[in-house]
């Protein structure tokens, strides 16, 4: 069985479940965890690899993404480094690093929790390549907890764009995470995506889903 194949089944599996959950506790979401990883401009794809330097695709990621073939090595400024930082691409406007708390004590930076995308005053750091280095002034984060979804499945669960929600993870480390935001665009599949501090906390593994719960004055559904 190919890898294509495979995958195919899997979603129609989770998307089985999931409307089975939903008739009876409420709007289930499958569990990604998020590893640490780099977008980068085209600029400093070419200053890390080389002029002209293309990033090559290893994996399609949902909304038009790719990990990227490519890693680099980020260095705080205490000179502390974690290696083979995966490159995610396309390439974008701005570069910007996402690690969890624990790199960030790791390198001796002190880093903020934000969207992706808001890195105004975030954390500097410096970002090694095989061929340049790129010292960015701002750009490293800890992403806030998300929830990717398409439209349909929004209005599924009833709730829109930017809007903020809880997330309960029902297992034997039972778990509830606030403030997740609502992302929403047709390109995206349905997953929470959250970092791997988040999820040793609650020992999230693969397959592991979490109940959405709405922030709805003194109600609670899942």
């Not at 089944?9 to 709007?27: A, H, P, R, Y």
């Not at 979401?29 to 293309?54: C, D, N």
């Not at 790129?134 to 764009?161: N, T, W, Y």
């Not at 999230?204 to 889903?209: L, Q, R, S």
Request: glycine share 8%.
């Amino acid at each position: 069985m190919d890898e294509k194949t495979l995958e195919f089944i899997i979603k129609v599996v989770k998307d089985t479940l999931k409307k089975e959950e939903v008739s009876s506790n409420g709007f289930m979401v499958p569990i990604g965890v998020s590893a640490r990883h780099i977008h980068l401009t085209q600029e400093h794809v070419e200053i890390l690899f080389g002029p002209k330097y293309k990033l090559t695709k290893k994996k399609e990621l949902m909304g038009g993404q790719f990990a990227a073939n490519e890693q680099v090595t980020i260095v705080g400024t205490k000179l502390r480094a974690i290696e083979n930082i995966r490159v995610l691409g396309p390439a974008r406007s701005k570069s910007q690093v996402e690690i969890s708390q624990t790199d960030a004590f790791k390198l001796g930076i002190k880093v903020p929790v934000r969207d992706s995308g808001n890195i105004d005053g975030s954390a500097s750091i410096a970002v090694v390549g095989p061929k340049g280095t790129v010292f960015l002034e701002e750009g490293c984060i800890i992403a806030k907890r998300h929830i990717h979804m398409s439209k349909e499945d929004s209005k599924e669960a009833g709730v829109k764009d930017g809007e903020i929600v809880s997330v309960i993870i029902d297992n034997d480390r039972k778990t509830e995470f606030h403030n997740v935001l609502i992302r929403v665009d047709n390109s995206f599949t349905l997953e929470m995506h959250i970092d791997i501090d988040e999820a040793n906390a609650a020992n999230v593994t693969k397959g592991t889903f979490g109940y959405l719960l709405k922030n709805k004055v003194g109600v609670k559904w899942y």
